[in-house]
Protein backbone atom coordinates (compact mmCIF):
# COMPACT_ATOMS: atom_id res chain seq x y z
CA UNK A 1 0.00 0.00 0.00
CA UNK A 2 2.71 2.44 0.91
CA UNK A 3 5.15 1.05 -2.37
CA UNK A 4 1.48 2.21 -4.36
CA UNK A 5 1.37 5.96 -2.49
CA UNK A 6 4.74 6.69 -3.86
CA UNK A 7 4.02 5.54 -7.29
CA UNK A 8 1.28 7.47 -7.46
CA UNK A 9 2.53 10.78 -6.06
CA UNK A 10 5.81 10.17 -8.42
CA UNK A 11 3.36 9.91 -11.63
CA UNK A 12 1.97 13.28 -10.12
CA UNK A 13 5.53 14.45 -10.43
CA UNK A 14 6.03 13.87 -14.03
CA UNK A 15 5.93 16.46 -16.22
CA UNK A 16 3.33 15.56 -18.93
CA UNK A 17 5.05 16.60 -22.78
CA UNK A 18 1.73 17.18 -24.14
CA UNK A 19 1.04 19.94 -21.49
CA UNK A 20 5.14 20.80 -21.26
CA UNK A 21 4.37 21.62 -25.01
CA UNK A 22 1.80 23.96 -24.57
CA UNK A 23 3.56 25.98 -21.79
CA UNK A 24 6.50 26.61 -24.55
CA UNK A 25 5.47 29.59 -24.83
CA UNK A 26 5.12 30.80 -22.09
CA UNK A 27 8.68 31.56 -21.06
CA UNK A 28 8.65 32.56 -17.83
CA UNK A 29 6.91 29.06 -16.54
CA UNK A 30 8.96 27.08 -18.70
CA UNK A 31 11.73 28.28 -16.43
CA UNK A 32 10.48 26.25 -13.37
CA UNK A 33 10.39 22.99 -14.94
CA UNK A 34 14.39 22.68 -15.75
CA UNK A 35 17.29 23.14 -13.38
CA UNK A 36 17.60 26.34 -11.80
CA UNK A 37 20.50 28.81 -13.93
CA UNK A 38 22.98 29.26 -11.49
CA UNK A 39 24.62 31.98 -13.11
CA UNK A 40 22.92 35.16 -11.31
CA UNK A 41 23.83 38.15 -12.03
CA UNK A 42 24.14 39.65 -9.08
CA UNK A 43 24.22 43.09 -9.99
CA UNK A 44 20.84 43.38 -11.23
CA UNK A 45 18.76 40.89 -8.36
CA UNK A 46 20.27 43.67 -6.25
CA UNK A 47 18.86 46.61 -8.49
CA UNK A 48 15.72 44.55 -8.69
CA UNK A 49 15.37 44.49 -5.00
CA UNK A 50 16.22 47.59 -4.24
CA UNK A 51 14.50 49.50 -6.84
CA UNK A 52 15.99 52.11 -9.43
CA UNK A 53 14.16 54.83 -7.55
CA UNK A 54 15.59 54.04 -4.37
CA UNK A 55 18.99 52.23 -5.28
CA UNK A 56 21.60 55.08 -4.80
CA UNK A 57 20.10 56.28 -1.80
CA UNK A 58 20.55 52.45 -0.60
CA UNK A 59 23.91 52.85 -1.81
CA UNK A 60 24.64 55.90 0.29
CA UNK A 61 23.53 54.36 3.04
CA UNK A 62 25.13 51.44 2.94
CA UNK A 63 28.36 53.51 2.44
CA UNK A 64 27.65 55.71 5.41
CA UNK A 65 26.68 52.54 7.66
CA UNK A 66 30.40 50.80 6.54
CA UNK A 67 32.78 53.70 7.27
CA UNK A 68 31.00 55.58 9.99
CA UNK A 69 33.00 55.14 13.84
CA UNK A 70 29.50 55.29 15.14
CA UNK A 71 28.18 52.47 13.49
CA UNK A 72 31.14 49.96 14.48
CA UNK A 73 30.84 50.34 18.14
CA UNK A 74 29.81 47.01 19.89
CA UNK A 75 25.68 47.72 21.28
CA UNK A 76 25.21 43.99 22.14
CA UNK A 77 24.98 43.87 26.27
CA UNK A 78 24.71 47.64 26.96
CA UNK A 79 23.29 48.96 29.54
CA UNK A 80 20.02 51.17 29.45
CA UNK A 81 21.55 54.30 29.61
CA UNK A 82 24.58 53.54 27.19
CA UNK A 83 22.39 52.14 24.89
CA UNK A 84 20.28 55.02 24.84
CA UNK A 85 23.04 57.50 24.52
CA UNK A 86 24.21 55.40 21.51
CA UNK A 87 21.48 55.20 19.47
CA UNK A 88 21.16 58.89 19.74
CA UNK A 89 24.64 59.46 18.51
CA UNK A 90 23.85 57.56 15.55
CA UNK A 91 20.99 59.50 15.10
CA UNK A 92 22.77 62.42 15.09
CA UNK A 93 25.28 61.60 13.17
CA UNK A 94 22.93 60.35 10.30
CA UNK A 95 20.99 63.53 10.56
CA UNK A 96 24.01 65.74 10.05
CA UNK A 97 25.02 62.95 7.27
CA UNK A 98 22.25 64.63 4.39
CA UNK A 99 21.06 60.90 4.31
CA UNK A 100 17.94 62.00 4.73
CA UNK A 101 15.81 64.99 5.41
CA UNK A 102 11.94 65.82 7.68
CA UNK A 103 10.71 67.09 4.16
CA UNK A 104 11.63 63.21 2.78
CA UNK A 105 8.57 61.96 4.35
CA UNK A 106 6.42 64.11 1.75
CA UNK A 107 8.65 65.15 -0.84
CA UNK A 108 11.49 62.42 -1.54
CA UNK A 109 9.37 58.92 -0.07
CA UNK A 110 12.03 56.67 -1.89
CA UNK A 111 14.76 58.31 -0.58
CA UNK A 112 13.47 58.29 3.40
CA UNK A 113 12.15 54.81 3.23
CA UNK A 114 15.58 53.39 1.30
CA UNK A 115 17.44 54.98 3.91
CA UNK A 116 15.18 53.57 6.77
CA UNK A 117 15.70 50.02 5.13
CA UNK A 118 18.85 50.13 5.00
CA UNK A 119 19.72 51.11 9.13
CA UNK A 120 17.58 48.29 9.80
CA UNK A 121 20.04 46.01 7.99
CA UNK A 122 21.85 47.40 11.10
CA UNK A 123 19.63 47.90 14.06
CA UNK A 124 15.79 48.27 14.58
CA UNK A 125 16.65 50.91 17.02
CA UNK A 126 18.23 53.30 15.09
CA UNK A 127 15.54 53.09 12.64
CA UNK A 128 12.47 52.85 14.99
CA UNK A 129 14.18 56.16 16.85
CA UNK A 130 14.28 57.58 13.16
CA UNK A 131 10.95 56.88 12.70
CA UNK A 132 9.42 58.24 15.56
CA UNK A 133 11.29 61.46 14.59
CA UNK A 134 11.13 61.71 10.37
CA UNK A 135 8.07 59.81 10.16
CA UNK A 136 5.71 60.49 13.08
CA UNK A 137 6.33 63.91 14.33
CA UNK A 138 7.96 65.39 10.72
CA UNK A 139 4.96 63.59 9.63
CA UNK A 140 2.56 65.39 11.86
CA UNK A 141 4.24 68.86 10.64
CA UNK A 142 4.45 68.36 7.07
CA UNK A 143 1.02 66.47 6.10
CA UNK A 144 -1.40 68.26 9.21
CA UNK A 145 0.88 71.50 9.45
CA UNK A 146 0.96 74.58 7.41
CA UNK A 147 3.54 77.40 6.85
CA UNK A 148 3.17 78.72 10.70
CA UNK A 149 4.60 75.55 11.66
CA UNK A 150 7.47 75.28 8.82
CA UNK A 151 9.93 77.42 11.81
CA UNK A 152 9.85 73.41 13.74
CA UNK A 153 11.57 72.06 10.09
CA UNK A 154 15.09 72.91 10.18
CA UNK A 155 16.51 72.49 13.74
CA UNK A 156 14.28 69.02 13.52
CA UNK A 157 16.14 68.46 10.54
CA UNK A 158 19.50 67.93 12.15
CA UNK A 159 18.18 66.84 15.46
CA UNK A 160 19.00 70.01 17.39
CA UNK A 161 15.16 69.58 18.81
CA UNK A 162 13.76 66.20 18.68
CA UNK A 163 10.29 65.33 18.23
CA UNK A 164 8.05 62.56 18.98
CA UNK A 165 4.30 61.55 18.64
CA UNK A 166 2.29 61.24 21.67
CA UNK A 167 -0.77 59.51 20.99
CA UNK A 168 -1.42 56.21 22.64
CA UNK A 169 -2.64 56.62 26.24
CA UNK A 170 -2.29 53.72 28.82
CA UNK A 171 -6.34 53.88 28.67
CA UNK A 172 -6.02 53.30 24.70
CA UNK A 173 -4.26 52.33 21.96
CA UNK A 174 -5.59 51.10 18.94
CA UNK A 175 -9.05 53.38 19.54
CA UNK A 176 -7.78 56.37 19.16
CA UNK A 177 -11.13 58.09 18.82
CA UNK A 178 -11.43 57.47 22.59
CA UNK A 179 -8.35 59.14 23.89
CA UNK A 180 -8.97 61.02 27.01
CA UNK A 181 -6.08 63.72 26.97
CA UNK A 182 -7.95 66.77 26.22
CA UNK A 183 -7.16 70.47 24.67
CA UNK A 184 -9.74 73.29 26.39
CA UNK A 185 -9.65 76.39 24.30
CA UNK A 186 -8.93 79.15 26.19
CA UNK A 187 -10.39 82.90 24.64
CA UNK A 188 -9.35 84.96 27.10
CA UNK A 189 -5.42 84.03 26.51
CA UNK A 190 -5.64 82.38 22.95
CA UNK A 191 -3.87 79.35 24.81
CA UNK A 192 -4.93 75.68 24.84
CA UNK A 193 -4.87 73.77 27.95
CA UNK A 194 -3.31 70.60 28.00
CA UNK A 195 -4.29 68.33 30.37
CA UNK A 196 -4.53 64.92 31.52
CA UNK A 197 -7.60 64.15 33.22
CA UNK A 198 -7.30 60.80 34.47
CA UNK A 199 -4.41 57.63 35.28
CA UNK A 200 -5.37 56.06 32.22
CA UNK A 201 -5.04 59.54 30.21
CA UNK A 202 -1.83 59.55 30.23
CA UNK A 203 0.33 59.17 27.12
CA UNK A 204 2.18 55.99 26.91
CA UNK A 205 4.89 54.60 25.07
CA UNK A 206 5.83 57.66 23.60
CA UNK A 207 9.29 56.96 21.90
CA UNK A 208 12.32 59.78 22.53
CA UNK A 209 10.19 61.23 25.05
CA UNK A 210 11.67 60.17 28.18
CA UNK A 211 15.26 61.39 27.95
CA UNK A 212 15.77 63.33 24.38
CA UNK A 213 12.32 65.45 23.19
CA UNK A 214 12.21 68.55 22.77
CA UNK A 215 8.67 68.46 21.17
CA UNK A 216 5.79 65.88 20.50
CA UNK A 217 2.93 66.36 18.52
CA UNK A 218 -0.28 65.39 21.04
CA UNK A 219 -3.50 63.96 19.83
CA UNK A 220 -5.99 65.00 22.01
CA UNK A 221 -10.14 66.12 21.96
CA UNK A 222 -10.15 69.58 21.11
CA UNK A 223 -12.51 71.81 23.30
CA UNK A 224 -14.44 75.24 23.36
CA UNK A 225 -17.16 76.09 25.46
CA UNK A 226 -17.96 72.69 26.22
CA UNK A 227 -18.10 71.46 22.93
CA UNK A 228 -16.15 68.55 21.78
CA UNK A 229 -14.96 68.47 18.07
CA UNK A 230 -13.03 65.45 18.70
CA UNK A 231 -9.24 64.32 18.30
CA UNK A 232 -6.97 66.97 16.67
CA UNK A 233 -3.04 66.95 16.77
CA UNK A 234 -0.63 69.66 18.55
CA UNK A 235 2.65 70.25 18.78
CA UNK A 236 3.88 70.53 22.20
CA UNK A 237 7.06 71.61 24.10
CA UNK A 238 8.64 69.12 26.37
CA UNK A 239 11.30 70.53 27.34
CA UNK A 240 13.29 73.71 26.83
CA UNK A 241 15.17 73.87 23.58
CA UNK A 242 18.39 75.39 25.25
CA UNK A 243 18.58 73.75 28.81
CA UNK A 244 17.12 70.28 27.67
CA UNK A 245 14.71 70.98 31.59
CA UNK A 246 11.07 69.44 30.96
CA UNK A 247 8.52 72.45 31.04
CA UNK A 248 6.44 73.30 33.70
CA UNK A 249 2.93 71.45 34.20
CA UNK A 250 4.74 67.83 32.40
CA UNK A 251 5.34 64.79 34.27
CA UNK A 252 7.54 61.92 32.37
CA UNK A 253 8.62 58.85 33.62
CA UNK A 254 10.27 56.11 31.80
CA UNK A 255 8.44 53.35 30.93
CA UNK A 256 11.36 51.01 32.03
CA UNK A 257 13.37 47.85 30.36
CA UNK A 258 11.35 46.21 27.76
CA UNK A 259 11.81 42.85 25.51
CA UNK A 260 13.31 44.72 22.57
CA UNK A 261 14.01 47.97 21.65
CA UNK A 262 16.11 48.95 24.99
CA UNK A 263 17.87 51.87 23.51
CA UNK A 264 14.36 54.08 22.83
CA UNK A 265 13.90 56.05 25.32
CA UNK A 266 10.46 55.42 25.37
CA UNK A 267 8.60 57.81 28.29
CA UNK A 268 4.79 58.14 29.72
CA UNK A 269 3.62 61.57 29.53
CA UNK A 270 0.99 63.43 32.08
CA UNK A 271 -0.07 66.77 30.83
CA UNK A 272 -1.40 68.96 34.17
CA UNK A 273 -3.26 72.13 32.76
CA UNK A 274 0.13 72.91 30.35
CA UNK A 275 -0.63 76.40 27.97
CA UNK A 276 0.27 76.60 24.52
CA UNK A 277 -0.57 78.96 22.04
CA UNK A 278 -2.86 79.10 19.98
CA UNK A 279 -1.32 78.53 16.98
CA UNK A 280 0.29 75.40 17.58
CA UNK A 281 -2.52 73.60 16.90
CA UNK A 282 -1.89 71.60 13.52
CA UNK A 283 -4.34 73.55 11.67
CA UNK A 284 -4.10 72.16 7.54
CA UNK A 285 -8.13 70.84 8.17
CA UNK A 286 -9.46 72.69 10.85
CA UNK A 287 -8.74 75.58 12.98
CA UNK A 288 -9.77 77.76 15.96
CA UNK A 289 -10.08 81.53 15.63
CA UNK A 290 -8.29 83.86 17.92
CA UNK A 291 -12.31 84.46 19.71
CA UNK A 292 -12.67 80.66 19.58
CA UNK A 293 -14.73 80.29 16.32
CA UNK A 294 -14.17 76.34 15.48
CA UNK A 295 -13.90 75.96 11.28
CA UNK A 296 -13.64 72.65 9.97
CA UNK A 297 -13.26 71.65 5.81
CA UNK A 298 -15.13 68.66 7.17
CA UNK A 299 -18.88 68.46 8.60
CA UNK A 300 -18.24 66.19 11.15
CA UNK A 301 -15.44 65.26 13.60
CA UNK A 302 -15.65 61.67 12.43
CA UNK A 303 -14.36 62.95 8.99
CA UNK A 304 -11.96 65.61 10.17
CA UNK A 305 -10.09 63.00 12.24
CA UNK A 306 -10.13 60.44 9.80
CA UNK A 307 -8.51 63.17 7.37
CA UNK A 308 -5.96 63.83 10.55
CA UNK A 309 -5.01 59.89 10.63
CA UNK A 310 -4.55 59.35 6.73
CA UNK A 311 -1.37 60.49 6.74
CA UNK A 312 -0.32 57.90 8.80
CA UNK A 313 -0.40 55.26 6.45
CA UNK A 314 3.32 56.35 5.28
CA UNK A 315 4.31 55.26 8.86
CA UNK A 316 2.73 51.69 8.21
CA UNK A 317 4.92 51.49 5.32
CA UNK A 318 7.62 52.89 6.58
CA UNK A 319 7.59 50.06 9.53
CA UNK A 320 7.91 47.16 6.71
CA UNK A 321 11.49 48.54 6.08
CA UNK A 322 12.28 47.86 9.19
CA UNK A 323 10.96 44.28 8.77
CA UNK A 324 12.52 43.86 5.44
CA UNK A 325 16.52 44.79 6.72
CA UNK A 326 15.71 42.15 9.88
CA UNK A 327 14.45 39.29 7.50
CA UNK A 328 17.27 39.73 5.33
CA UNK A 329 20.10 40.19 7.55
CA UNK A 330 18.98 37.20 9.63
CA UNK A 331 18.44 35.44 6.82
CA UNK A 332 21.80 36.13 5.59
CA UNK A 333 23.63 35.42 9.00
CA UNK A 334 21.28 31.76 8.83
CA UNK A 335 21.96 30.84 5.35
CA UNK A 336 26.06 31.79 5.71
CA UNK A 337 26.19 29.85 8.69
CA UNK A 338 24.69 27.16 6.78
CA UNK A 339 26.64 26.75 4.24
CA UNK A 340 29.92 26.34 6.65
CA UNK A 341 28.32 25.16 9.51
CA UNK A 342 28.86 21.05 8.95
CA UNK A 343 26.96 18.25 11.12
CA UNK A 344 25.73 15.10 9.85
CA UNK A 345 26.88 12.90 6.86
CA UNK A 346 26.82 9.40 5.01
CA UNK A 347 29.77 8.75 7.43
CA UNK A 348 31.28 9.67 10.51
CA UNK A 349 34.69 11.07 8.39
CA UNK A 350 32.44 12.38 6.06
CA UNK A 351 30.12 15.30 7.92
CA UNK A 352 28.03 17.63 5.06
CA UNK A 353 27.07 21.44 5.58
CA UNK A 354 23.87 22.00 7.20
CA UNK A 355 22.45 23.64 3.80
CA UNK A 356 22.26 20.25 2.48
CA UNK A 357 19.80 18.79 4.78
CA UNK A 358 16.13 19.48 3.16
CA UNK A 359 14.90 20.33 6.36
CA UNK A 360 17.63 23.22 6.37
CA UNK A 361 16.63 24.31 2.90
CA UNK A 362 12.58 24.10 3.24
CA UNK A 363 12.59 26.44 6.65
CA UNK A 364 15.23 29.27 5.29
CA UNK A 365 14.12 29.09 1.65
CA UNK A 366 10.48 29.59 1.64
CA UNK A 367 11.23 32.80 3.85
CA UNK A 368 13.58 33.98 1.73
CA UNK A 369 11.36 34.32 -1.40
CA UNK A 370 8.70 35.83 0.78
CA UNK A 371 11.03 38.30 2.01
CA UNK A 372 11.73 39.46 -1.26
CA UNK A 373 8.56 39.28 -2.60
CA UNK A 374 7.44 41.52 0.11
CA UNK A 375 9.84 44.05 -0.84
CA UNK A 376 8.69 44.14 -4.23
CA UNK A 377 5.09 44.65 -3.73
CA UNK A 378 6.45 47.44 -1.01
CA UNK A 379 8.39 49.21 -3.63
CA UNK A 380 4.62 49.22 -5.26
CA UNK A 381 3.05 50.88 -2.79
CA UNK A 382 6.09 53.23 -2.51
CA UNK A 383 5.41 54.40 -5.84
CA UNK A 384 1.62 54.64 -5.05
CA UNK A 385 2.69 56.68 -2.16
CA UNK A 386 4.08 59.04 -4.17
CA UNK A 387 1.56 59.61 -6.67
CA UNK A 388 -0.76 63.18 -6.10
CA UNK A 389 -3.52 61.37 -5.60
CA UNK A 390 -3.07 58.18 -4.07
CA UNK A 391 -5.49 55.31 -5.06
CA UNK A 392 -8.34 54.49 -2.92
CA UNK A 393 -7.10 50.87 -1.81
CA UNK A 394 -4.26 52.56 -0.40
CA UNK A 395 -4.97 52.88 3.26
CA UNK A 396 -5.95 49.35 3.38
CA UNK A 397 -2.76 48.21 1.54
CA UNK A 398 -0.57 49.65 3.56
CA UNK A 399 -2.67 48.26 6.86
CA UNK A 400 -2.64 44.80 5.08
CA UNK A 401 1.34 44.32 4.37
CA UNK A 402 2.15 46.09 7.75
CA UNK A 403 0.35 43.28 9.50
CA UNK A 404 1.52 40.56 7.23
CA UNK A 405 4.98 41.11 7.34
CA UNK A 406 5.51 42.04 10.73
CA UNK A 407 3.60 38.47 11.80
CA UNK A 408 6.00 36.57 8.87
CA UNK A 409 9.00 38.44 9.92
CA UNK A 410 8.80 37.49 13.28
CA UNK A 411 7.96 33.81 12.56
CA UNK A 412 11.07 33.99 9.91
CA UNK A 413 13.49 35.12 12.56
CA UNK A 414 12.84 32.77 15.12
CA UNK A 415 13.43 30.36 12.27
CA UNK A 416 16.43 31.70 11.90
CA UNK A 417 17.63 31.21 15.27
CA UNK A 418 16.76 27.59 15.42
CA UNK A 419 18.48 27.19 11.78
CA UNK A 420 21.58 28.52 13.94
CA UNK A 421 21.19 26.10 16.69
CA UNK A 422 22.65 27.16 19.82
CA UNK A 423 24.52 29.93 18.04
CA UNK A 424 21.93 31.58 16.93
CA UNK A 425 20.63 31.95 20.36
CA UNK A 426 23.87 33.84 21.10
CA UNK A 427 23.33 37.59 21.03
CA UNK A 428 26.76 38.62 19.53
CA UNK A 429 25.32 36.87 16.84
CA UNK A 430 22.33 39.30 16.58
CA UNK A 431 19.83 37.17 15.23
CA UNK A 432 18.45 37.41 19.20
CA UNK A 433 18.63 41.17 19.05
CA UNK A 434 16.36 41.16 15.82
CA UNK A 435 14.16 38.81 17.00
CA UNK A 436 13.45 40.50 20.34
CA UNK A 437 13.61 44.44 18.72
CA UNK A 438 10.86 43.05 16.08
CA UNK A 439 8.47 41.73 17.93
CA UNK A 440 6.32 44.80 19.20
CA UNK A 441 6.31 45.64 15.37
CA UNK A 442 3.30 42.91 15.67
CA UNK A 443 1.20 45.76 17.75
CA UNK A 444 2.43 49.30 17.31
CA UNK A 445 1.40 52.03 14.63
CA UNK A 446 -1.77 49.70 14.48
CA UNK A 447 -2.36 46.46 16.32
CA UNK A 448 -1.82 43.70 13.13
CA UNK A 449 -5.69 41.85 13.95
CA UNK A 450 -7.52 45.34 13.87
CA UNK A 451 -5.20 46.48 10.60
CA UNK A 452 -6.89 43.36 9.09
CA UNK A 453 -10.48 44.30 10.32
CA UNK A 454 -9.59 47.45 7.99
CA UNK A 455 -8.50 45.81 5.18
CA UNK A 456 -11.58 43.72 5.26
CA UNK A 457 -14.13 46.62 5.31
CA UNK A 458 -12.54 47.75 3.15
CA UNK A 459 -13.18 45.05 1.01
CA UNK A 460 -16.61 44.64 1.97
CA UNK A 461 -16.69 48.36 0.84
CA UNK A 462 -15.94 47.56 -2.40
CA UNK A 463 -18.29 44.67 -2.85
CA UNK A 464 -21.01 46.70 -1.64
CA UNK A 465 -20.46 49.38 -4.34
CA UNK A 466 -20.15 46.63 -7.31
CA UNK A 467 -22.93 46.57 -9.56
CA UNK A 468 -22.04 44.13 -11.31
CA UNK A 469 -21.13 40.12 -10.98
CA UNK A 470 -17.24 39.93 -11.02
CA UNK A 471 -17.29 36.41 -9.83
CA UNK A 472 -14.30 34.39 -11.68
CA UNK A 473 -15.04 31.12 -12.88
CA UNK A 474 -14.10 28.32 -10.53
CA UNK A 475 -11.00 26.31 -11.02
CA UNK A 476 -10.92 22.93 -9.91
CA UNK A 477 -6.55 21.43 -9.96
CA UNK A 478 -7.06 17.80 -10.97
CA UNK A 479 -5.19 15.16 -13.39
CA UNK A 480 -1.99 13.21 -12.79
CA UNK A 481 -0.11 16.05 -14.43
CA UNK A 482 0.22 18.25 -11.24
CA UNK A 483 3.36 20.04 -11.77
CA UNK A 484 2.06 21.39 -15.14
CA UNK A 485 -1.01 22.17 -12.78
CA UNK A 486 0.67 23.72 -10.51
CA UNK A 487 3.74 25.75 -12.19
CA UNK A 488 1.09 27.89 -14.41
CA UNK A 489 0.67 31.44 -12.89
CA UNK A 490 -2.77 31.63 -14.34
CA UNK A 491 -4.13 28.42 -12.32
CA UNK A 492 -2.53 30.08 -9.27
CA UNK A 493 -3.61 33.55 -9.73
CA UNK A 494 -7.19 31.80 -10.23
CA UNK A 495 -6.65 29.98 -7.06
CA UNK A 496 -5.78 32.60 -5.31
CA UNK A 497 -9.26 34.72 -6.63
CA UNK A 498 -11.32 32.54 -6.18
CA UNK A 499 -10.31 32.18 -2.62
CA UNK A 500 -10.42 35.71 -1.97
CA UNK A 501 -14.38 35.73 -3.16
CA UNK A 502 -15.42 33.00 -1.10
CA UNK A 503 -13.84 34.28 1.84
CA UNK A 504 -15.51 37.50 0.79
CA UNK A 505 -18.87 36.22 0.27
CA UNK A 506 -18.61 33.78 3.25
CA UNK A 507 -18.01 36.69 5.67
CA UNK A 508 -20.84 39.37 4.06
CA UNK A 509 -23.30 36.28 4.02
CA UNK A 510 -22.51 35.64 8.05
CA UNK A 511 -22.75 39.92 8.52
CA UNK A 512 -25.94 39.84 6.63
CA UNK A 513 -27.93 36.95 8.25
CA UNK A 514 -26.61 38.65 11.52
CA UNK A 515 -29.86 40.03 14.06
CA UNK A 516 -27.40 42.02 16.37
CA UNK A 517 -26.37 45.45 15.61
CA UNK A 518 -23.71 46.16 13.21
CA UNK A 519 -20.87 46.22 15.76
CA UNK A 520 -22.24 43.16 17.36
CA UNK A 521 -22.18 41.62 13.66
CA UNK A 522 -18.88 42.34 12.62
CA UNK A 523 -17.18 41.53 15.99
CA UNK A 524 -18.70 38.07 16.01
CA UNK A 525 -16.81 37.53 12.60
CA UNK A 526 -13.14 38.99 13.39
CA UNK A 527 -11.71 35.63 12.27
CA UNK A 528 -13.05 36.02 9.27
CA UNK A 529 -12.35 38.80 8.39
CA UNK A 530 -8.81 38.17 9.07
CA UNK A 531 -8.75 35.17 6.95
CA UNK A 532 -9.79 37.27 4.06
CA UNK A 533 -7.28 39.33 4.81
CA UNK A 534 -4.58 36.89 4.35
CA UNK A 535 -6.23 35.48 1.20
CA UNK A 536 -6.04 39.02 -0.56
CA UNK A 537 -2.39 40.27 0.70
CA UNK A 538 -1.72 36.45 -0.85
CA UNK A 539 -3.15 37.51 -3.75
CA UNK A 540 -2.04 40.87 -4.93
CA UNK A 541 1.57 40.42 -3.62
CA UNK A 542 1.24 37.47 -5.86
CA UNK A 543 -0.20 39.63 -8.87
CA UNK A 544 2.48 42.80 -7.98
CA UNK A 545 5.23 39.79 -8.18
CA UNK A 546 3.96 38.62 -11.76
CA UNK A 547 4.02 42.15 -12.51
CA UNK A 548 7.28 42.74 -11.77
CA UNK A 549 8.58 39.53 -13.86
CA UNK A 550 6.73 40.48 -17.03
CA UNK A 551 8.61 43.95 -16.77
CA UNK A 552 11.84 42.72 -15.28
CA UNK A 553 12.57 38.56 -16.12
CA UNK A 554 15.49 38.88 -13.10
CA UNK A 555 17.13 35.40 -12.38
CA UNK A 556 15.46 33.39 -10.41
CA UNK A 557 12.37 35.25 -9.67
CA UNK A 558 10.04 33.35 -11.48
CA UNK A 559 11.65 30.21 -9.38
CA UNK A 560 11.11 32.53 -5.98
CA UNK A 561 7.55 33.44 -7.12
CA UNK A 562 6.56 30.09 -7.49
CA UNK A 563 7.87 28.92 -4.37
CA UNK A 564 6.24 31.17 -2.44
CA UNK A 565 3.29 30.94 -3.94
CA UNK A 566 3.25 27.14 -3.52
CA UNK A 567 3.97 27.48 0.48
CA UNK A 568 1.12 29.79 0.38
CA UNK A 569 -0.98 27.51 -0.69
CA UNK A 570 -0.05 24.59 1.53
CA UNK A 571 -0.46 27.14 4.59
CA UNK A 572 -4.53 26.65 3.51
CA UNK A 573 -4.36 23.42 1.76
CA UNK A 574 -7.09 21.73 3.66
CA UNK A 575 -9.28 24.87 3.13
CA UNK A 576 -8.63 24.57 -1.05
CA UNK A 577 -9.09 20.51 -0.60
CA UNK A 578 -12.69 21.29 0.91
CA UNK A 579 -13.96 23.86 -0.97
CA UNK A 580 -12.77 22.05 -4.40
CA UNK A 581 -10.62 23.79 -5.30
CA UNK A 582 -7.52 21.44 -5.67
CA UNK A 583 -8.39 17.23 -5.95
CA UNK A 584 -6.54 15.32 -3.27
CA UNK A 585 -4.07 13.88 -5.48
CA UNK A 586 -2.95 17.09 -6.35
CA UNK A 587 -2.53 18.18 -3.08
CA UNK A 588 -0.41 15.31 -2.21
CA UNK A 589 2.23 16.77 -4.82
CA UNK A 590 2.38 20.06 -2.93
CA UNK A 591 5.36 19.09 -0.72
CA UNK A 592 7.28 17.00 -3.29
CA UNK A 593 6.79 20.27 -5.00
CA UNK A 594 8.09 22.90 -2.47
CA UNK A 595 10.99 20.60 -1.47
CA UNK A 596 12.39 20.63 -5.11
CA UNK A 597 11.94 24.32 -5.77
CA UNK A 598 13.82 24.92 -2.32
CA UNK A 599 16.72 22.57 -3.48
CA UNK A 600 16.66 24.71 -6.75
CA UNK A 601 16.85 27.90 -5.04
CA UNK A 602 19.09 26.36 -2.16
CA UNK A 603 21.85 26.70 -5.38
CA UNK A 604 22.07 30.52 -5.99
CA UNK A 605 21.06 31.41 -2.10
CA UNK A 606 24.78 32.79 -1.41
CA UNK A 607 24.38 34.66 -4.79
CA UNK A 608 20.98 36.17 -3.79
CA UNK A 609 21.60 37.03 -0.22
CA UNK A 610 25.03 38.74 -2.00
CA UNK A 611 22.58 41.08 -3.98
CA UNK A 612 20.95 42.54 -0.49
CA UNK A 613 24.91 44.26 -0.59
CA UNK A 614 24.67 44.43 3.60
CA UNK A 615 27.30 45.87 5.18
CA UNK A 616 29.89 43.58 7.09
CA UNK A 617 29.14 45.39 10.58
CA UNK A 618 25.60 44.98 10.18
CA UNK A 619 26.41 40.92 10.70
CA UNK A 620 28.08 39.57 13.74
CA UNK A 621 31.92 39.08 13.70
CA UNK A 622 32.19 35.29 11.59
CA UNK A 623 29.82 34.06 9.47
CA UNK A 624 30.37 30.11 10.65
CA UNK A 625 29.40 32.12 14.24
CA UNK A 626 32.24 30.48 16.44
CA UNK A 627 35.56 32.11 15.62
CA UNK A 628 35.40 34.65 17.68
CA UNK A 629 35.55 32.33 20.69
CA UNK A 630 38.75 31.35 19.81
Not at 29 to 52: Q, R, Y
Not at 337 to 347: D, W
Not at 352 to 364: D, K
Amino acid sequence: MYKNRIEIIKKHLEVNNTQTKNNKNEVLEKELFNAIDTNINVGELKLLIDSVEASKYKDATREFIRNHPKFKENFIGLDMATYRQLVLEQCVAIANSGLIHLTDIKNNLHRYAGAVEMFSLYNNNVCTKLGVHYTLFGGTIMFLGTSRHEKYIEDANTLKTMGCFAMTEIGHGSNVRGIETTAHYDKQTKEFIIHSPTPTSEKFWIGGSYLHATYTTVFANLIIDGTNYGVHALVVPLRCPKSGAIMKGITIKDCGHKLGLNGIDNGQIRFDQVRIPRENLLNKYSDVSEDGVYKSQFNTPIKNFAATMAPFIVGRMAITKGCSGAAKTSLSIAIEFSHLRKQFGPSANNELPLITLSSQQRRLMAPLARTILYDLYIQRLTNELCQEKLPASIHAHCSGIKAVYSWFCVAALQTCREACGGQGYRSANRIAEFKNDCDIVCTYEGDNTVLMQQLAKYLLGVKQKQTTNTTTNRIYLDGEDAKSLLFNFSNIHQLFETREEIRLAELKQIIDNSKESAYFAFNNVIPWAVKLGFAHMTKIVFQSSINTLKLKNVKPLAHLIMLDALVSIEEDLGWFVSNHLISPNVAQSIPFLIQDLCFEVTKVSKQIIASFDIPENCKPLSKDLISDLF
